[in-house]
């Protein structure tokens, strides 16, 4: 059930320049949020910014004082800009955990997750949740938005592919490009009940999306919207779908492969 915290914050460190790992604790977290879903922070210093934003959780653990939720987050805008000064012993609102989460894969498919940037922080928990028995792509614009590396090349048991688009790390082009080539190497994969998980920025989801489609794949993406209540009421990151608008708050933000209309 989503509810209303009042946490400590007990670490809040650079990443690198433009990217945070913000860990929260208190005794009133709820335990075992599915890998996914979110929860809305606002900061203590003012009321500006007024409205909480989203963030997704990147990792569950525990201390002595409670319970743990670690946000991984880019510095943008003005209320991460306030974030990114806050210290050990301050404090932040948050409500959740929001949204719907990833659906978990059957016995029989293959997991194969696709994250952009940022959008690592919504599937490293399924990662971790899978016990890392999947094929992990990450990509982004540069090396600089590539986060946690170390951690996922010793989560990820399968295959773990990185890209960048300048070709500053990894191979040089899109995640897209990324798995179109290790198919085309393992072509067999494709006969196999190949599930595909994807967040990241709306550029790479369609083209993920797209993708899908024609190789009949199927899967889940998570949209990266932005929203001031959490809970359906604004209808400030509805998104347009086959089945109509849905609210990615409410409805999502996980929604199957085929469903947003791009």
Same mark, same amino acid.
């Given at each position: 059930? /989503?509810? !209303?915290?009042?946490?400590?914050?007990?670490?809040?460190?650079?990443?690198?320049?433009?990217?945070?790992?913000?860990?929260?604790? /208190?005794?009133?977290?709820?335990?075992?949020? =599915?890998?996914? %879903?979110? !929860?809305?922070?606002?900061?203590?210093?003012? !009321?500006?910014? =007024?409205?909480?934003?989203?963030?997704?959780?990147?990792?569950?653990?525990?201390?002595? *004082?409670?319970?743990?939720?670690?946000?991984?987050?880019?510095?943008?805008? @003005?209320?991460?800009?306030?974030? #990114?000064?806050?210290?050990? +012993?301050?404090?932040?609102?948050?409500?959740?955990?929001?949204?719907?989460?990833?659906?978990?894969?059957?016995?029989?498919?293959?997991?194969?997750? &696709?994250? +952009? +940037?940022?959008? &690592?922080? /919504?599937?490293?928990?399924?990662?971790? $949740?899978?016990?890392?028995? &999947?094929?992990?792509?990450?990509?982004?614009?540069?090396?600089?938005?590539? =986060?946690?590396?170390?951690?996922? #090349?010793?989560?990820? @048991? @399968? *295959?773990?592919?990185?890209?960048?688009?300048?070709?500053?790390?990894?191979?040089?082009?899109?995640?897209?490009?990324?798995?179109?080539?290790?198919?085309?190497?393992?072509? %067999?994969?494709?006969?196999?009940?190949?599930?595909?998980?994807?967040?990241?920025?709306?550029?790479?989801?369609?083209?993920?999306? #797209?993708?899908?489609?024609? @190789?009949?794949? #199927?899967?889940?993406?998570?949209?990266?919207?932005?929203?001031?209540?959490?809970?359906?009421?604004?209808?400030?990151?509805?998104?347009?779908? $086959?089945?109509?608008?849905?609210?990615?708050?409410? *409805?999502?933000?996980?929604?199957?492969?085929?469903?947003?209309?791009?």
């Amino acid at each position: 059930m /989503s509810k !209303y915290i009042r946490a400590k914050i007990t670490e809040n460190t650079p990443v690198n320049k433009g990217h945070n790992l913000l860990v929260l604790s /208190s005794d009133n977290i709820q335990q075992h949020p =599915l890998p996914g %879903q979110f !929860y809305m922070i606002g900061t203590d210093f003012s !009321y500006d910014p =007024l409205l909480k934003r989203p963030f997704s959780i990147f990792r569950e653990t525990s201390s002595a *004082e409670g319970g743990e939720l670690q946000f991984l987050y880019r510095i943008k805008g @003005k209320g991460t800009e306030r974030m #990114k000064e806050m210290k050990k +012993g301050d404090t932040v609102n948050l409500f959740g955990p929001l949204g719907n989460g990833y659906p978990m894969p059957g016995k029989n498919f293959t997991p194969v997750l &696709i994250a +952009g +940037g940022i959008g &690592i922080a /919504s599937l490293f928990p399924l990662a971790e $949740k899978l016990s890392g028995n &999947i094929h992990f792509f990450y990509g982004a614009r540069t090396s600089g938005e590539l =986060l946690m590396l170390n951690e996922l #090349k010793g989560l990820v @048991k @399968k *295959e773990l592919i990185i890209s960048a688009d300048d070709g500053s790390e990894g191979r040089k082009g899109t995640v897209v490009d990324a798995l179109n080539v290790f198919l085309t190497s393992n072509p %067999q994969l494709l006969t196999s009940n190949f599930l595909l998980y994807a967040c990241g920025p709306s550029p790479m989801l369609e083209a993920v999306s #797209k993708f899908a489609a024609e @190789k009949g794949i #199927k899967g889940y993406i998570s949209m990266e919207e932005n929203m001031a209540c959490g809970v359906g009421a604004c209808l400030g990151c509805a998104v347009k779908t $086959k089945k109509g608008y849905k609210r990615v708050c409410k *409805e999502g933000p996980v929604f199957e492969i085929g469903e947003i209309v791009w």
